[in-house]
């Protein structure tokens, strides 16, 4: 029975992909005025749209007036956003659309696991991103006389962490993974500022480790001073902090078959005085490809 229903969903999948490339290529052809698709029913088409992406769905809204019609349907856009959508939005807020609900989504992120973490979707893929704040991540050191909690209007949390002085610096966190999206790779960076204090990392790499508990570790150097460098270059963010990449992996599961992710950020080799940065959080993006 398992085979079977491997090998039917096998051939499904494929069926979708070929049914992706003709709903890319009918898009691209704008001498086309109607589709083969057309003489479908609507709630067809909406269904296959919605095995699709919410970018191909934006394209192919423009083939002819009854895709831009299917496009517009519930169906369609409620595959794109997160199932728990009804627990992600106040009671108060109104949206006239699922559509609408997904675009706000893009835009402002949520909280969730009691203000832990900030939620949100990336635009063209429909894929989530998380924030896990400061707030729950492990700090070594982490007392009043080292760090220090304060509130940031430009954070996405109530507050953010301030480091005050310390020699022996470690972050450390760890995430469950069933709130990203399934079979997807994504990128880790930790997201911070610097004060009029900053001081103490001038060339000191900064040893990081991204790992899928039981899984081959990601392991990297990075520098706070190259970022800073670049004359307060933010690396394409379109806010008012900056990142640097931690690692990457690749998050094979879902609600079921979830792992859990470990991060730490770590320099305990040069014992002199570290001050001056601001940590927000670690963010989980999808990796943006190469090709």
């Known amino acids: 029975m398992t085979k079977t229903f491997f090998a039917i969903k096998c051939r499904f999948r494929k069926f979708v992909e070929r049914l992706k490339k003709t709903l890319r290529l009918s ?22 749209i919605s095995s699709t992406s919410p970018r191909d769905a934006c394209v192919v809204a423009s083939v002819s007036r009854t895709f831009e019609s299917a496009v517009k349907s519930s169906i369609v856009w409620e595959k794109f956003i997160p199932p728990e959508y009804p627990s992600l939005v106040p009671r108060w807020q109104y949206y006239s659309s699922k559509k609408e609900l997904y675009f706000a989504l893009c835009n402002d992120s949520v909280l969730i696991d009691d203000d832990n973490m900030s939620l949100w979707i990336e635009k063209a893929s429909g ?10 991540l492990t700090i070594m050191h982490g007392d009043s006389l080292n760090w220090d909690w304060i509130p940031y209007h430009e954070a996405r949390f109530e507050s953010v962490l301030k480091l005050l002085k310390v020699r022996w610096f470690e972050i450390c966190g760890r995430m469950n993974t069933h709130v990203l999206s399934p079979r997807a790779r994504y990128s880790v960076y930790i997201v911070f500022k610097i004060t009029d204090q900053y001081d103490g990392f001038a060339d000191a790499p900064i040893e990081v480790v991204v790992r899928v508990v039981g899984q081959e570790s990601s392991r990297r150097s990075i ?11 933010r690396m394409g963010r379109e806010d008012v902090w900056m990142e640097i990449e931690l690692g990457e992996f690749f998050n094979k599961g879902g609600l079921v078959n979830s792992d859990e992710v470990e991060m730490s950020v ?8 570290k001050r001056g940065l601001i940590i927000q959080g670690i963010e989980f993006r999808p990796t943006k490809s190469t090709r």
Do not use: N
């Not at 520098?223 to 270059?233: A, L, M, N, P, T």
């Open 27 to 48: 898009a691209s052809d704008q001498s086309h005025k109607s589709s083969p698709f057309d003489s479908l029913p609507e709630v067809c088409i909406s269904i296959i």
């Open 127 to 136: 894929k989530r991103c998380i924030m896990l704040s400061a707030m729950s």
């Open 223 to 233: 520098y706070f001073d190259e970022i800073i460098r670049r004359g307060w270059e």
């Open 266 to 273: 770590l320099e305990t080799t040069r014992h002199i005085s």
